[in-house]
């Protein structure tokens, strides 16, 4: 899989992708970030990206040709199959919209800056938009890279079978179960003995009951 990012502060999204398990997939071959700086497209000699906004009203805009320029270039080179603009106003991220994503062969996602970008950039380009929760962040890059985060730990080979995503919160609409390592006691509070027991349909049994009972208590919106 090939995620190419258009931003206009790339330098945030650097570390997010030098570490962990994004890491270890682009090591492994199965991923490749790109990081497009939307600076090297812009309109003139100063650097230009974004400029006020016709009609007045607070905060600069992403100008249009800098993001047409880019991902015309992009777009002569390869086929996407989607184009997303991360933006608070999209669809609310999920896993199963991951799940779908990581499917893709290449996708782009851009980034907004400031107050945002051209609608005509929206209108003629972009497939899909994304926001990962109600609040305004300062651009799209954070949001980007939880994107790419949860899209990448999906593609298979990434994960070792012992961290396998299916077992993932959310992955069957319920949350995952407490888990528990060493010390067996810890200031006076137990691991459950079931987990203690070498009893495989036991723990099971626990684990998806636990599931269940957490689901219930915290995101009860999540079992309808
Ligand atoms: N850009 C700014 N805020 C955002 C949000 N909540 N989700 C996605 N992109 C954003």
């Known amino acids: 899989m090939r995620i190419d990012i258009i931003s206009a502060q790339p330098n945030l999204l650097e570390s997010p992708f030098n570490h962990s398990i994004v890491k270890r997939a682009k090591d492994?071959?199965?991923v490749e970030i790109h990081l497009h700086h939307l600076k090297d497209y812009a309109?003139?000699?100063y650097g230009q990206i974004d400029d006020y906004q016709y009609g007045g009203g607070a905060g600069?805009?992403?100008m249009c040709e800098p993001i047409a320029k880019c991902i015309d270039q992009l777009l002569e080179e390869r086929n996407y199959s989607d184009i997303i603009y991360l933006t608070p106003d999209g669809a609310l991220f999920n896993q199963s919209m991951a799940n779908q994503l990581s499917l893709s062969e290449n996708i782009i996602l851009l980034c907004g800056h400031y107050k945002g970008i051209d609608?005509?950039?929206?209108?003629?380009?972009?497939t899909k938009e994304i926001s990962i929760g109600s609040y305004v962040l300062s651009g799209g890059e954070l949001?980007?890279?939880?994107?790419t985060?949860?899209?990448v730990r999906l593609i298979p080979g990434v994960l070792g079978n012992e961290e396998s995503a299916l077992t993932d919160s959310f992955q069957d609409e319920l949350l995952a179960p407490p888990v528990y390592t060493r010390p067996a006691e810890f200031k006076g509070l137990k691991v459950p003995d079931v987990l203690l027991s070498g009893h495989f349909k036991n723990i099971e049994e626990?684990?998806?009951s636990e599931s269940e009972r957490l689901t219930k208590e915290k995101?009860?919106?999540l079992l309808k």
């Open 206 to 208: 626990w684990r998806m």
């Open 219 to 221: 995101r009860p919106d």
């Open 143 to 147: 949001a980007a890279a939880i994107v």
């Open 43 to 45: 309109l003139n000699q």
């Open 119 to 126: 609608q005509r950039i929206r209108d003629l380009y972009i």
């Open 149 to 151: 985060d949860a899209i």
């Open 60 to 62: 600069m805009v992403l």
């Open 28 to 30: 492994k071959k199965l």
